[in-house]
């Protein structure tokens, strides 16, 4: 069902919906990664400082020596799981099927179950970390820079496409989408992140289906309206066009 999500971000132009190019997208491998070469790792290692630098920076937290101990924290962090997915491909995962649908486990499914089996300690050092130095805010702010806004971003998506969201049925859906955001910072790149929300979406879904709405009718009316604007803007443009200047 959320694959319908990706169609509405289509139809108002909201590409940040599924990907990020300042993240990248390389496919995932069928090997592990071959060892970094000294000045690649250094490369990488300098990407992860320069992000860590400028999550912190957005804090304006105007004390240095938290800064630099939340710098490093994040910068340790983003290290950590990049390791982990060059080490650990999708193929460390057997083939077999998906046990809720059946179908056969995708690459993204294979690499998710890879990457989700790193250590707890990985996880849990980034966390804690923060929330050592940080607010609960400032903790959810850094978390929001690494999947750059997409629990905000979605949760609009949902405001947009379901009238009158109630406040227990937004308050669901920002629990799932929070978690979803948790987990995703474990993972090192947008397409990755992204498969995380979807797995949260689909809960999502799921959650207005069995309380009292249709997703695939409300989607339908949301296309619906969208296109229906977007071509009367267009005729409208047109007539413009063809009225006589003064």
Same mark, same amino acid.
């Given at each position: ?14 590409? &940040? ?7 990248? $997208? ?9 060892? *970094? ?6 490369? #990488?290692? $300098?990407? #992860?400082? =320069? ?7 957005? &804090? ?17 962090? +983003? ?31 294979? $690499? &998710? ?27 959810? #702010?850094? +978390? ?29 859906? +920002? ?12 993972? =090192?790149? *947008? ?9 949260? =979406? ?33 005729? =409208? ?10």
């Amino acid at each position: 069902m959320s694959s319908y999500f990706k169609t509405a971000a289509g139809v108002v132009g909201l590409g &940040l919906w599924a990907t990020s190019a300042a993240y990248g $997208q390389a496919p995932a491998s069928s090997a592990a990664a071959p060892p *970094m070469s000294a000045d690649a790792k250094a490369a #990488a290692d $300098q990407e #992860a400082d =320069k992000k860590a630098a400028d999550w912190v920076a957005s &804090l304006q937290l105007n004390d240095a020596k938290k800064a630099a101990a939340v710098q490093q924290v994040i910068a340790t962090h +983003l290290r950590a799981i990049r390791a982990y997915s060059n080490a650990h491909p999708y193929t460390e995962t057997p083939a077999g099927i998906n046990p809720t649908t059946g179908k056969p486990l995708s690459t993204m499914d294979r $690499q &998710l179950i890879a990457v989700s089996a790193m250590p707890k300690a990985i996880h849990e050092n980034l966390m804690s970390g923060l929330r050592q130095q940080l607010t609960p805010e400032q903790v959810e #702010a850094v +978390l929001d820079k690494y999947t750059i806004g997409k629990v905000a971003f979605t949760l609009n998506g949902y405001k947009a496409i379901v009238p009158n969201l109630t406040p227990t049925e937004e308050q669901v859906i +920002l629990t799932n989408l929070k978690q979803a955001r948790e987990q995703a910072v474990d993972f =090192k790149n *947008m397409k990755e992140i992204s498969a995380v929300f979807e797995i949260y =979406k689909s809960k999502n879904e799921e959650y207005l289906n069995t309380h009292g709405r249709n997703w695939r009718e409300l989607f339908k009316a949301y296309v619906d309206a969208a296109n229906a604007k977007k071509a009367a803007d267009k005729a =409208k443009a047109q007539e413009a066009a063809k009225t006589p200047q003064k």
